[in-house]
Every structure is written in C-alpha cells, then in structure tokens.
C-alpha cells in the first residue's frame, strides 16, 4: 500500500540506443530516494511535531472523548474522501463531482431506509452502486467524448446539486431523511472501549473506523497487486502506450471512475452516519480534502503514481491542522489562511527535498 506506480515504457530513441553502433545509453539510475527524502516520512514528522505544539498549547487535544475519538471519525471520512479522487487521479484525471455523487448516493440509502425500510447494510450496498453507476457514466463520458475530465466532471456537479434538490424536495421534507435504521445510532456513538469482555475493552476508536480502513487495504491492494489497478497505472503514465500494448484502456478510464463513485459513495454513507441524517448537503465540503490528502501524499496529477498511505497521512495531517486549530477558537477566515498557508509550506518543503536528492544521485 505504498507509492505505486508502473516501470515506464522505453521511448523509441532510448530503444533506437540500442541498435547498432552509437553512443552507449545512459546507465538506468537505480537507486531509490534517501530515507529522509520520502514524503511519507516528512509528513509522519510534522505531523508529530503539530501534535506536540497543540498539546502545550491546548492539553484538550489528546482528550479522548472531546478530541480524539471525533477526530478520528473525521478523518475516517476524509480519508476515503482522498482515496475516491486518487482513484481517478491515477489516470491524470480529476473528479470535481465527488461530493455530489456523495450526495446523491445519500439520498439513496436515505430513501431505501425511509420508504423501504431496509437494513442498514443493505441500504449502504444500494448507494455504492448508485455512485459507482454515476461515477462509470463520467468515465465513459470521458473517453467517448474527449473531453477533459475537469469539464465533464464540473458539469456533472452542477447537474447533480439540481438533481439532489429536486430529489429531496419531491420525496422527503427538502431537507433530509431524519430515519435511523437499527445500527446506525450505534455507528454514530459508540467505540471499541464501549463493548468489554470481562475486564478487558477495546480501544477508544468509533466503529465507523473499521470502514475507512477497510477501504483503505482494498484500494491499496488495487494499485498494488492487481492487474486491473497496474493496468490503470499504466494508462495513466502513458495512454498511448498502454494501449499498444493491449491494455483495454476505455475500460480502464470507466472502471477508474466508478471506484472513486463506490468511494464517494462509502463516504457519504460514513458522514451521514457522523451527522446523523442523510441530508441534502452531505459531501459539501469534499473537494478540497479529496485532494489535499492523495498530494500531500506524494499522488501525481500527471497520473501514472499513487500512494495510499501517504493519502492517509495527507489527511490525518489536515485534520490534526483543523482540530487544532478550532480547540484553540481561531476565527473561520483566520483558520482557513492557516490552514492554507501550512499546507502550502508542507508541499514546498516536500519538493526541496526531492530536488535535493534527485541532486545526491537518488531517483523519484
């Protein structure tokens, strides 16, 4: 589940080296980044070091009810916010859509709920393929049209905030389904210390945690071990390539696409869950985390490189920022240049030290 991506495909001048007499190719640079100079281990360490500065300032911020056990909740959310846009982020593309695709989603298993009363689980399986359907039509929208992802994406946004309004309006009270299925209160409150076997209880994680992980290993099972999440990598890094090399790459950019809707989908199940209706709004404010977790990460835009465990740590890094951030009563508008300006140095400091190793001989 770390960094994936393909071994790059060899152009036709570096194969034209090899033909015949000519200058010797240059040798293939071998070795990998110095240890210091993984991102991973970057934001480990500024993590550590903003979770010791907001515990002298504010010791709240390791108690475990009024900060830890929401806090993880939230970044169970973000985190597979992150992993449904850097599974479109392996092909170089965007989904500008997540957050609507959540929504409409919601508003699914909300419905299955309110009107059909059906389990909990099975509700949650009925919005995953209502997102992953959505998130499939985008990618094939994509490929048969041409069009950039970003436009298509957008437009599909601004088509879904319409659709879910009209929906919520027509079928349920214009604002959200207020039902809780058997399980769902429990989701909501409850953790892992709350359920003990003699004397012996589980850890202070909510039990909505397990979900994110899961999504977790399975995403990086994907990019890792699969061939369809190799395949995908490989179209991300070079389209054309990949697709002279007998990769399906249509199918790819579809089934990119509907694994970041099953996730968007995923998470607007577990923010629902959090907030306890199935609201109008879910998914709201998914746009820049989805993105802030997979860069922050060490994901390409160009496609073609994933890291789930650094999307993880992107996430848990924003999140720590935001909870530190609010225990210490920072203004919204104060909070959000903070936010952006500690972020901002993070990424920057990321890519010296790239630059200053790829100089010391090491190689991306």
């Given at each position: 589940?770390?960094?994936?991506?393909?071994?790059?495909?060899?152009?036709?001048?570096?194969?034209?080296?090899?033909?015949?007499?000519?200058?010797?190719?240059?040798?293939?640079?071998?070795?990998?980044?110095?240890?210091?100079?993984?991102?991973?281990?970057?934001?480990?360490?500024?993590?550590?070091?903003?979770?010791?500065?907001f515990?002298?300032?504010?010791?709240?911020?390791?108690?475990?009810?009024?900060?830890?056990?929401?806090?993880?909740?939230?970044?169970?959310?973000?985190?597979?916010?992150?992993?449904?846009?850097?599974?479109?982020?392996?092909?170089?593309?965007?989904?500008?859509?997540?957050?609507?695709?959540a929504?409409?989603?919601?508003?699914?298993?909300?419905?299955?709920?309110?009107?059909?009363?059906?389990?909990?689980?099975?509700?949650?399986?009925?919005?995953?393929?209502v997102?992953?359907?959505?998130?499939?039509?985008?990618?094939?929208?994509i490929?048969?049209?041409?069009?950039?992802?970003?436009?298509?994406?957008?437009?599909?946004?601004?088509?879904?905030?319409?659709?879910?309004?009209?929906?919520?309006?027509?079928?349920?009270?214009?604002?959200?389904?207020?039902?809780?299925p058997?399980?769902?209160?429990?989701?909501?409150?409850?953790?892992?210390?709350?359920?003990?076997?003699?004397?012996?209880?589980?850890?202070?994680?909510?039990?909505?945690?397990?979900?994110?992980?899961?999504?977790?290993?399975?995403?990086?099972?994907?990019?890792?071990?699969s061939?369809?999440?190799?395949?995908?990598?490989?179209?991300?890094s070079?389209?054309?390539?990949?697709?002279?090399?007998?990769?399906?790459?249509?199918?790819?950019?579809?089934?990119?696409?509907?694994?970041?809707?099953?996730?968007?989908?995923?998470?607007?199940?577990?923010?629902?869950?959090?907030?306890?209706?199935?609201?109008?709004?879910?998914?709201?404010?998914?746009?820049?985390?989805?993105?802030?977790?997979p860069?922050?990460?060490?994901?390409?835009?160009?496609?073609?490189?994933?890291?789930?465990?650094?999307?993880?740590?992107?996430?848990?890094?924003?999140?720590?920022?935001?909870?530190?951030?609010?225990?210490?009563?920072?203004?919204?508008?104060?909070?959000?240049?903070?936010?952006?300006?500690v972020?901002?140095?993070?990424?920057?400091?990321?890519?010296?030290?790239?630059?200053i190793?790829?100089?010391r001989?090491?190689?991306?």
């Open positions: 589940m770390s960094r994936s991506s393909p071994p790059p495909a060899a152009s036709p001048a570096a194969a034209s080296d090899l033909d015949g007499p000519g200058p010797d190719p240059l040798p293939p640079v071998t070795r990998a980044l110095p240890y210091w100079a993984n991102p991973r281990l970057g934001l480990l360490v500024v993590i550590a070091a903003l979770v010791g500065v515990t002298a300032l504010r010791p709240e911020f390791l108690d475990t009810d009024l900060t830890l056990v929401p806090m993880q909740a939230d970044l169970s959310v973000f985190v597979v916010v992150g992993l449904a846009q850097l599974s479109v982020l392996s092909l170089g593309h965007m989904n500008l859509a997540i957050g609507r695709i929504a409409i989603s919601a508003f699914a298993m909300g419905w299955c709920y309110d009107k059909l009363s059906l389990p909990l689980p099975v509700g949650l399986l009925v919005g995953m393929a997102g992953t359907a959505v998130g499939a039509a985008a990618g094939w929208t490929h048969a049209t041409g069009v950039n992802s970003f436009v298509v994406t957008l437009a599909l946004d601004f088509g879904l905030i319409g659709l879910v309004s009209l929906l919520y309006s027509s079928v349920g009270d214009g604002v959200a389904f207020h039902v809780h058997a399980g769902m209160d429990s989701l909501r409150n409850d953790t892992f210390s709350d359920y003990c076997a003699g004397n012996v209880c589980g850890p202070p994680v909510p039990l909505i945690a397990p979900l994110a992980l899961l999504a977790v290993v399975a995403v990086g099972v994907l990019f890792r071990y061939r369809l999440g190799r395949e995908i990598l490989m179209t991300g070079n389209a054309r390539a990949a697709e002279l090399s007998g990769i399906p790459t249509a199918r790819r950019v579809v089934q990119a696409h509907a694994v970041s809707g099953l996730l968007a989908a995923l998470a607007g199940f577990l923010l629902a869950i959090t907030n306890g209706a199935f609201s109008a709004d879910i998914g709201g404010q998914f746009l820049l985390p989805s993105f802030l977790g860069v922050l990460g060490g994901t390409l835009l160009a496609g073609g490189a994933v890291s789930v465990i650094g999307t993880v740590l992107g996430a848990a890094l924003t999140e720590v920022i935001q909870t530190g951030l609010n225990l210490m009563q920072f203004q919204i508008e104060k909070s959000k240049i903070l936010i952006g300006l972020l901002l140095a993070a990424l920057s400091l990321d890519r010296v030290r790239h630059v190793a790829q100089r001989g090491g190689s991306a």
